[in-house]
């Protein structure tokens, strides 16, 4: 397996003030879709459920938990070298999701407030959590002298369009995971407290609540359209997006192996357990799930993961080469590109498993 690069320098846009990473296909995407299509949604076939999920939101049951104690106050120097550079990198991340997460709740909070006061109201939570998960991991960076300009992060960054359908399977997912991600770790470090070296890690078990209950807006969101569940289309888009959100996590991950070994986690194995269980989460809400026991394909997963690798390791090779040098660059990347493509392929025609034919028994 090729070996996971070091995190590079961390570079500035002023003093105290961290340069956003390169927009790549894995950094976190800023979104923006059709407001009005969100807007004419048809909500009944699932009203009481979206109703009480909403309720759970405006609970607010985390209002009091982001919240810095005296463990913060204290120098963060000791934290050094690459596992100094793997956290920021992770911080960085971290942030800007939420962020993004933000700033597309808050538009859609805005959009459809004369037009849909219910998804309004929904939306308006949702962004109130994760402005407070990127505020509070801003305020984790800034105790390594950095932080992130949120305010040139919103003018600056590529808005991606997605029609909502693709935004509400992505956003249900990215919820799930992320709850699995945090609850791993923080279950991890429970028992290893010997590797929990910030205090930051200790917030994670009721922080991925927020993750949850964002999922279960999403789920109950979902299975309102019954054309996201109920037609062979809906099976098709299903499996893509578990396809390319897991993939995307694998290839994640894997790169940045180092933050998980400074965490005493195996990054290949942390990788499987949060496939696994974000597959069966997953569930409750799409008509089919991926079948993640099938012998091919986690080695699928891994091989995407190693060709990615590679292209890094290019990238690294031709930083510092004249423009001319790109030829080259493209026709040494071309065949590891054509295997990352003909693997997600070989993971798509992997026959699913078909959720609805079971949903009775799935709790």
């Known amino acids: 397996m090729v070996q996971a ?3 590079s320098q961390t570079g500035k846009l002023k003093s105290g003030v961290k340069a956003p990473v390169q927009e790549t296909l894995l950094t976190p995407r800023f979104y923006t ?21 909403i309720q759970e939101l405006k609970a607010d049951y985390n209002r009091h938990h982001f919240i810095r104690d005296e463990e ?3 120098s963060w120097e ?10 920021i990198d992770f911080l960085e ?4 999701s ?4 933000f700033l597309l709740f808050k538009e859609l909070t805005r959009r459809l407030k004369n037009k849909s006061p219910l998804l309004s109201e929904a939306f308006e939570y949702l962004a109130r959590d994760e402005a407070r998960h990127a505020g509070f991991i801003n305020k984790a960076m800034a105790d390594f002298n950095l932080s992130l300009d949120l305010g040139y992060l919103t003018k600056n960054r590529t808005y991606t369009f997605f029609p909502p359908e693709w935004i509400i399977y992505t956003v249900y997912l990215s919820e799930k995971i992320g709850y699995w991600r945090y609850i791993i770790m923080f279950r991890h470090l429970e ?7 910030y205090p930051l890690f200790r917030y994670f078990e009721n922080w991925c609540q927020d993750e949850n209950r964002h999922g279960d807006f999403f789920k109950a969101l979902l299975r309102s359209q019954p054309q996201l569940w109920d037609n062979w289309k809906a099976r098709l888009w299903a499996r893509f997006f578990l396809v390319t959100v897991f993939a995307t996590h694998t290839l994640t991950v894997l790169e940045r192996a180092n933050f998980y070994k400074s965490l005493g986690i195996d990054a290949r194995q942390y990788n499987i357990q949060v496939i696994e269980e974000t597959n069966k989460t997953s569930a409750r809400a799409f008509p089919v799930i991926l079948d993640t026991q099938h012998p091919a394909f986690m080695s699928a997963m891994e091989r995407c993961s190693n060709f990615n690798l590679q292209l890094k390791l290019l990238d690294i090779k031709y930083s510092n080469r004249p423009a001319i040098f790109s030829v080259f660059k493209f026709f040494h990347k071309l065949p ?8 997600m392929l070989r993971l798509f025609i992997i026959k699913p498993i078909d959720t609805e034919a079971t949903r009775q028994q799935v709790h």
Request: hydrophobic share 35%; charged share 30%; net charge negative.
């Open 98 to 101: 939420e962020f993004s997460g």
């Open 5 to 7: 690069n070091p995190v």
């Open 78 to 87: 000791h934290i050094d070298g690459q596992t100094r550079l793997a956290f």
């Open 93 to 96: 991340r971290s942030c800007t």
């Open 72 to 74: 913060f106050k204290q």
């Open 191 to 197: 028992k290893r407290p010997d590797y929990q070296y």
């Open 336 to 343: 590891l590109m054509i295997g990352v493509t003909w693997y």
């Open 33 to 53: 879709t059709d407001f009005d299509k969100v807007a004419q949604m048809d909500l009944s076939a699932d009203d009481k459920e979206l109703r009480a999920v």
